[in-house]
């Protein structure tokens, strides 16, 4: 999940000071004042990602805790088509929120913790740019059945690449007991004293092993000091974090999901239960369904190109003979690759791996190859 450029007058992170004097070049992001890159540049920080462990600053994404008395998870699968009602304790599912017509609204993670007070508790992470649709959305079609408390005094952090785990557990004893898309909800301690709740989940949107960390807004700085005081942690901007969830082949809202694509056509049947397929009781099930029975029109693949020029986002795809078949919505310049890659959707005739298409680049066709996702390979730890 991620968010698109936003020209409103962006707002700071808790971390916003942080990135600074970090030497962050800082842009308008989702309506927030984010690094793209830091000095070392976006090569540099994605591979370095890749092969120890980099500190992002996500804490512009929308957190939320969504409480019912009783079946809190069975009034949120109104909205979605994920299986949440079968989430065991701290145990995060991936879904969507689809609309009537069965586009998606937006992309989220749900995370079962422990009842409190009497309550039963998900928790919610979205989009950005997304939020202050998400969260009326859902506040008002489950009045009556849940209520929605979004948390607007909490960073998040995600710490991500292959020592992430090492780097972290000095400081939240457990997340060693964690496997991918499990959560754990305890305390934290770092340098110079400071402690305080903490929700850990390890999870993220860079195809590594990592951790997206949920922490009071006020310590967040001192708590990401102590993390990259540690010589295997080094800063990431938004840069590398796109490039790196484009190698690990996962959708960004806005370009490669929106509210005119389905689950089915961007190949994320995957996070669609086998009761919800069979059972629906979301919206756009009639879309969806149909889709699964009888396949989409188009489909969104995985391209690899030839040569050096990477393809961005619009640009026409083509079959052999020079026919249309679709377009491009993220492309860049793969650095673990070292060629460019791309996503995109294409007539379902053309969806096949293997399947030989051209891109349009500076008006001229490339040569291209449907492959395969992902572009690298996820290295999730799964106990």
């Known amino acids: 999940m991620a968010q698109n450029e936003d020209t409103s007058p962006p707002r700071p992170t808790p971390l916003l000071a942080l990135h600074e004097r970090l030497g962050g070049r800082i842009v308008s992001f989702a309506g927030y004042a984010l690094p793209v890159q830091y000095p070392t540049g976006i090569m540099a920080e994605h ?33 979605v088509p994920g299986d949440v009602a079968s989430l065991a304790e701290n145990h995060i599912r991936y879904t969507q929120l689809t609309t009537a017509e069965g586009g998606i609204i937006d992309d989220l993670m749900v995370t079962r913790l422990a009842a409190r007070d009497g309550k039963e508790r998900l928790f919610l992470v979205v989009n950005a740019a997304r939020k202050d649709v998400d969260f009326p959305h859902i506040a008002q079609s489950l009045a009556g059945a849940a209520t929605l ?3 607007a005094d909490r960073a998040l952090l995600a710490l991500q690449g292959p020592t ?22 305890t305390q934290f301690s770092g340098h110079h004293g400071i402690e305080g709740d903490v929700i850990v989940s390890r999870s993220g949107y860079t195809g590594e092993d990592g951790f997206e960390i949920s922490l009071a807004a006020g ?18 901007g938004l840069g590398a974090r796109d490039s790196l969830r484009l190698e690990a082949g996962l959708c960004l809202y806005g370009q490669d999901i929106d509210e005119t694509t389905s689950p089915v056509e961007a190949g994320l049947t995957w996070s669609i239960g086998k ?70 959707y294409v007539d379902i005739a053309h969806a096949a791996p293997d399947t030989a298409v051209s891109i349009i680049v500076r008006d001229k066709p490339l040569a291209a190859q449907v492959v395969r996702l992902p572009f690298v390979p996820h290295r999730y730890v799964r106990r």
Request: hydrophobic letters at 40%; a negative charge; glycine letters at 10%.
């Open 149 to 151: 408390a979004p948390i």
């Open 164 to 185: 992430a785990a090492d780097v972290l557990l000095p400081y939240v004893p457990g997340i060693e007991t964690l496997s991918f898309m499990n959560a754990l909800e």
């Open 275 to 344: 009761r919800r397929r069979e059972r629906g009781g979301f919206p756009g099930y009639e879309r969806i369904a149909q889709e699964l029975a009888n396949k989409p029109s188009r489909r969104l693949v995985g391209l690899k190109l030839e040569g050096r020029a990477p393809a961005r986002q619009g640009a026409t795809i083509t079959s052999a003979d020079g026919t249309p078949i679709g377009q491009v919505t993220s492309g860049g310049f793969s650095p673990s690759l070292g060629q460019p890659i791309a996503l995109g």
């Open 219 to 236: 310590l967040a700085e001192r708590f990401a000091e102590s993390l990259l005081a540690n010589p295997e942690v080094k800063p990431i």
């Open 47 to 79: 591979l370095w990602t890749r092969e120890h462990a980099g500190l992002f600053d996500v804490s512009h994404m929308g957190q939320a805790e969504l409480t019912a008395p009783f079946e809190v998870a069975e009034a949120f699968e109104q909205l």
